[in-house]
């Protein structure tokens, strides 16, 4: 029986019932733990946390923006002298 399941695997309809009653089991102990109360210090603090993330997404496409107009800057003044013989 042990070879036939390594091959198979979980297959029919009792094995799904197996898995259907694992599934309510983690769901009655995600249940019963109760959630955990986070101080207020802690909550200003992921706030801030959040706040300064946001900042440095906002920074960083500020940054990838102005790196793509100078990459573009380089290239006209190249085609400029190129094409004017400067």
């Known amino acids: 029986m042990g070879l036939k399941d390594k091959i198979f695997g979980k297959v029919g309809r009792h094995s799904q019932s197996l898995d259907i009653q694992e599934t309510t089991r983690k769901k009655e102990n995600a249940q019963e733990i109760p959630e955990e109360t986070v101080s207020r210090s802690q909550q200003r603090q992921d706030e801030k946390n959040e706040i300064n993330d ?26 400029f002298m190129v094409f004017v013989n400067f």
């Open 54 to 79: 946001e900042k440095k997404r906002k920074l960083a496409r500020k940054l990838n923006w102005v790196i793509a107009g100078l990459f573009m800057a380089i290239i006209c003044v190249y085609c």
